[in-house]
């Protein structure tokens, strides 16, 4: 038993995490696959196997494909913008500028923020804080609250998850522009590059793979929004903002068609998984 123990005692470290990841990642998703199958209602114990139908009623969904469509807009602005944003801001704060320390700790103070609080306050912001803005500049489309329409409560939406989740970006392209050594931008600057040049050739190399992980966090968060939506918006107005996260919590937990959620689950799972892979993939080519 000793000599058992002395071979593979390492293995009982994994013990444990491995028991809680089956418990709670392997076994739930392999039991919502198979719940995705049924027509389980999440009231009772009885089901029917109904096969891929659920899957085949998604194809004439019309609030899934509402939700795939917001899903992919919100997704792709918070890639472009906290890419973007977060370059710009972190190449700002990067330079010799008095404050530095105080801008730095202000543009991260956004990502120790709840989200569901953020969304609560720009809701008030939105409703009654901007409209009274809009009467007192005399400013005809800020008189009434953007949550109202649809167009207005898609862009209030990006902006509050842009706001909050450009934070983490800002930093983790500061950490990468920092780790260039000095002794390339210093030969840089004596053979005459521009500021331009600079960037093109020698910060953004070195900055490729932080925008590969900004990438998979922006990813990740488009694609699996829900609580920020939820208190900002709750999907409305017409389901404008629902995104598929949200969209799987309504038909489980209002419409109590839990095998149909677990439908879009599956689909929402496999698509984050594709494009993950080849995100993955398509960066390896570009590290350096």
Do not use: C, H
């Amino acid at each position: 038993m000793r000599k058992f123990l002395n071979k593979y005692w390492g293995w009982t470290f994994l013990i444990v995490p491995i028991i809680l990841q089956a418990v709670f990642f392997y076994f739930p998703m392999v039991q919502g696959a198979f719940y995705s199958l049924t027509n389980w209602t999440g009231l009772t114990y009885n089901y029917k196997f109904v096969g891929l139908n659920n899957y085949k009623l998604l194809l004439i969904d019309g609030k899934f494909f509402q939700a795939i469509i917001f899903t992919i807009v919100l997704t792709l602005a918070l890639i472009i913008g906290e890419i973007f944003i977060g370059m710009v801001v972190a190449r700002a704060l990067n330079s010799k500028i008095k404050g530095q320390t105080f801008f730095r700790a202000w543009f991260f103070f956004p990502a120790v923020l709840s989200g569901l609080t953020v969304s609560l306050i720009f809701k008030q912001f939105f409703n009654y804080g901007l409209p009274t803005i809009g009467k007192v500049l005399g400013i005809g489309f800020l008189q009434d609250s953007l949550l109202g329409t649809s167009f207005g409560a898609v862009i209030a939406t990006i902006f509050v998850l842009l706001w909050q989740g450009v934070a983490m970006p800002i930093i983790l392209f500061l950490a990468g522009l920092q780790s260039i050594p000095d002794d390339i931008l210093e030969a840089a600057a004596i053979d005459g590059a521009t500021a331009k040049q600079t960037f093109w050739k020698i910060e953004l190399p070195y900055l490729l793979p932080t925008v590969s992980m900004v990438f998979i966090l922006a990813l990740k968060s488009g694609l699996t929004a829900f609580d920020q939506i939820f208190a900002l918006t709750s999907g409305g107005p017409n389901n404008a903002t629902t995104s598929l996260g949200l969209l799987v919590y309504n038909y489980a937990f209002k419409s109590n068609q839990y095998g149909y959620a677990n439908a879009i689950a599956i689909i929402l799972f496999l698509i984050i998984g594709v494009v993950s892979v080849l995100q993955i993939k398509l960066s390896k080519k570009f590290e350096i």
